[in-house]
């Protein structure tokens, strides 16, 4: 019955979706024909069906995600569309796009303020484009999902650039092709070191924005403080080149079936306010919620955090509490600092030492800790030059 009307389904036609799934699971259309057929008939009779999808992608990214590879959150989806804010016009891209939720949070910020933008993704599991499209479509919306599956990072530079680009990569992705891209011109701030992903997505995603574009990208910690001799020189470049708006540091398992720890990075082409420095936010100190395998952020913290990027970068006015220098859990870093820190770009280092600088001012006259934290943040770049150095030679000498 199923494997009969799901070709007739506006989405499997606008897609091209056959009655087919994979990853394991063969044809269960036949034998589960008619489970599935008294199932539909009971979701029929629910209000609440859009949401029910939402549930269940999120049961799917539990159990069959691995390691760094799963759905995006709603609540991340949204946090992740606003810091970017797309706007009326602008086209959204995700390279990456999972089962579509950053693509429909996009979509979703820019009709509710008035604009519509366009939709383009892709992702190298066939199942993802399958959610992707049902997702979107229940909402309203449609993007160009491409052919079929695509392993992007693989195939170069879009033909087209993107005003926004919305991303969850694979995290600390080993095997992406490091050999045969080793000489592509998307590694203008340097080559990304094999066995890891990381800088090798940021790069693709900088080459495909167009030169007002911006992206947040979710990242594994470790991009922002490895020792690597590569994702050091590649950080440094990018710093310099005023690539990075801010760092927003992930609460620890906000993704129920991985310990890996993320932070998001807001990178951006244009111009901008406060250009010579970073905005760092450790967002492991907001309140989240939880229900069952689902963890999310209370939408109150989201909203201020929020607020506080846009008034630092010049979008909104200042009102109450969004200042940067107000809450304890936030704060801008010069490029100088950075510099000193050995271009570590880890969020709670620059929060820490805002804390501690506060807890010293309460001493008449006495600002010998924040000197000694100055001195010991200057011998670490020191020691991290040095590493940099050996490693240079040892990597000279390795045939």
Known sequence: MLSVAWPRTPVARAYELPAVRDEGVSRPFASMDAALHELIL?????????????????????????????????????????????RAGETVRDPACGSG???????????????????????????????????????????????????????????DRADVILTNPPVNMRDWGHGELKEDERWSLGVPRPGNANFAWVQHILADLTPQGRAVVLLSSG?????????????????????????????????????????????????RPNADQVLFADAGKLPTWKDGTRRGFDQ???????????????????????????????????????????????PARYVQQRSTAKLNS??????????????????????????????????HRTP
Request: with cysteine; aromatic share 8%.
């Open 300 to 346: 109150e913290s989201i909203e201020h955090l929020l607020g506080i990027f846009r008034v630092w970068q010049g979008d909104r006015q200042h009102e109450g509490g969004d200042a940067p220098g107000i809450v304890p859990w936030c704060r801008a870093a010069s490029r100088e600092e950075i510099a000193r820190a050995g271009f570590d770009l880890t």
């Open 101 to 159: 939720r950053l693509l429909r949070a996009a979509a979703h910020w820019a009709r509710t303020r008035g604009g519509e933008v366009g939709l383009s993704g892709a992702d190298i599991r066939p199942m993802a484009r399958y959610a992707a499209a049902v997702n979107l479509a229940l909402h309203g919306f449609h993007a160009d999902l491409g052919k079929g599956s695509a392993d992007t990072l693989r195939a170069g530079r879009s033909p």
């Open 42 to 86: 009971e979701v029929r009779q629910l209000e609440q069906g859009v949401g029910l999808l939402d549930v269940l992608l999120d049961l799917y990214s539990t159990r069959y995600s691995r390691g760094g590879d799963y759905f995006t959150s709603d609540s991340l989806a949204y946090l992740m569309t606003g810091l970017a804010a797309p």
């Open 223 to 271: 991009a922002a403080h490895s020792s690597n001799r590569s994702d050091g020189l590649i950080r440094r470049a990018m710093l310099e080149s005023g690539l990075v708006v801010g760092i927003v540091a992930l609460p620890a398992w906000l993704f129920p079936h991985t310990s890996t720890s993320t932070a998001l990075w807001l990178l951006t082409h244009e111009a």
């Open 362 to 395: 309460g001493v008449g006259g006495q600002n010998w800790q924040r000197e000694l934290y100055e001195r010991m943040d200057r011998s670490a770049a020191a020691r991290r030059q040095v590493r940099d150095a050996l490693e240079g030679r040892h990597d």
